[in-house]
């Protein structure tokens, strides 16, 4: 992604990557105000990292453990004991799971560990390119958009899941404009989604979470999310609000369209039922910079993540593999 640094040069930058012997990321906690890279050599340092959200975002999360994995392997850890400790520290995102059984696997069988972790990455990488390609057709001159939370770049290595098709008709040269909600308690839309417009140069504008509808209702053509883990009927997890913003999209008749690689899926749950939602803090939503807002003694309730019914997905999937409707998951999946 490009990205301006603090010498006011523009560079090509990844979210997670690997360079002298340890694991490199960008701090997203920081962002927009800093690009501050941090860095780990120890596994567990990783796994907190993933868990206090430095990096974050389901297909970033997946390439980090993959890393966090390459680790273990050379600081001479026990790798089944570190895959547990890395599976531990977030519950609803699918790559997590999928990237950290994956590394184990190679890592088993003999594999490099940094050669194993950058495929994975790089794979990550060229998934949200086609998703791009695929996507990229939808948007058409002249459209408004909008999306949710960030399933930009940031949350995926590179290019992105929802932002991946925005990505590709801009570079086409189409010009759209997108509604970007800001995601509270963590305000992933406002930071890290309007940032990353902004670094492309992508007409947009951050929102309210509770404008959404009211936008709606103006016109937009097209909204596309991500997703934290797809089950098998097509019930997905995504950030918090996602619910909300697709039942009013079936009510305007706008398609409501989900972006993410397969390894989002997750064939083994069948439905959005079982999915695990990841409570959080309450402070997230009591309190702005470390200051209580609520008043004391009200407590709260902080889901990270909803789950949206498969007959709200009306556009469809876009896949690395082609544009599939809830019915088409298991074609997607032979
Ligand atoms: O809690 P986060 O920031 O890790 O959640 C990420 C999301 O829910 C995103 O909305 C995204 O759609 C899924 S990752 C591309």
Redesign the pocket.
Known sequence: MKAKLKDGRTADVRAVWFADGRVQMID?RELPGELVFVSFGDYREVAEAIRN?TT??????GASAAYAMALAKLQGADLEQAARDIKAV?P??N?LFYATDLMLRQLQAGADPVGAADAYAQDVVDRCTAIGRCGGALIKDGMKLMT?????AL??VDV???LAPMRQAHNDGKKFFVYASE?RP?L?GMQ?TAWELGQEGIDHAIIPDGASAYYMSKGVDMII????RIAANGDF????G?FDKAICAKHFGIPFYV??PVS?FDFSTRTGADIVI?QRSEKEVTEIAGIRIAPVGSPALNP??DVTPAELVTGGFITEKGIFKPSGIARMKA
């Open positions: 997203q959200m974050r975002g389901a297909p970033c999360i977030r609803t995102a790559d949710h939370c960030n399933a930009g949350a995926t992105g899941t929802a995601t963590r992933q890290l999310v991500g997703a934290d997890a995504n950030k918090i996602t972006a993410a989002t990841e990270a993540f």
